[in-house]
């Protein structure tokens, strides 16, 4: 009989340079005589590297901080290979080493009181962790202060903010963060210069402008 997919995959320990990663067996566990697991595991968007073991964990070792890797699992019997199951995983995340690209941002006026954003997201090799994205929003013509709190966050390139006023002009910041670096709060990376971007009439309420911060410094 050809097994099941591996269960439960996940990482379970690891270091700055080592990782441990176990799963439990495909169900029926005790249905098949001999399972044996093959593992893939390399750097993400690599080939990798396969071996196979008779254990449901493994530990690898000579792995990098702030470097995305993945790991494919899939159990064979005398039945055939089972689906396999992946898992990308960082042994430690750092800050991103890049802010997001001021040029990728979008706005759009849904209506008088509501904004579409969206961006181009950080590739994980990029934001050298798993990013989330941090929105603040300005009605002052100045850089967007250390104070002010972010209006929304999110793990997507994309948001929808609700209650404003398209009378006024906005600045927009966007940062960008990981578990990697905590100060008071997550490490936010944004650009210190601010970009005028242009949203067709047909796009756009008459009477507002949005403008844009981005880039590489760190609020905390």
Request: charged letters at 15%; glycine letters at 8%.
């Amino acid at each position: 009989e050809v097994p099941g997919p591996v269960k439960n995959l996940m990482k379970t320990a690891s270091t700055y340079t080592s990782v441990t990663i176990s799963w439990d067996p495909p169900e029926p566990s005790d249905g098949y005589n001999s399972v044996t697991y093959t593992i893939n595991h390399g750097v993400l968007n690599t080939t990798g590297e396969a071996m196979t073991t008779e254990n449901t964990e493994t530990r690898i070792n000579s792995l990098d901080p702030g470097i995305p890797y993945f790991i494919e699992v899939f159990a064979s019997t005398t039945g055939g290979n089972g689906k396999e199951r992946r898992l990308i995983y960082f042994t430690r995340e750092f800050a991103p080493a890049v802010a997001v690209d001021a040029s990728s941002i979008k706005t759009k006026w849904i209506s008088r009181t509501v904004l579409d954003i969206s961006w181009e997201p950080l590739t994980l090799h990029e934001a050298r962790g798993f990013p989330v994205y941090y929105i603040y929003l300005s009605t002052s013509s100045g850089p967007v202060k250390r104070e002010i709190e972010p209006v929304a966050n999110t793990t997507d390139s994309s948001i929808v903010i609700d209650g404003l006023d398209s009378s006024q002009t906005y600045v927009l910041a966007i940062g960008v963060a990981t578990d990697g670096v905590n100060l008071i709060g997550p490490a936010i990376t944004i650009e210190s210069v601010v970009v005028e971007v242009v949203i067709s009439q047909s796009d756009l309420p008459v009477g507002s402008t949005i403008g844009l911060l981005l880039g590489g410094v760190l609020i905390g």
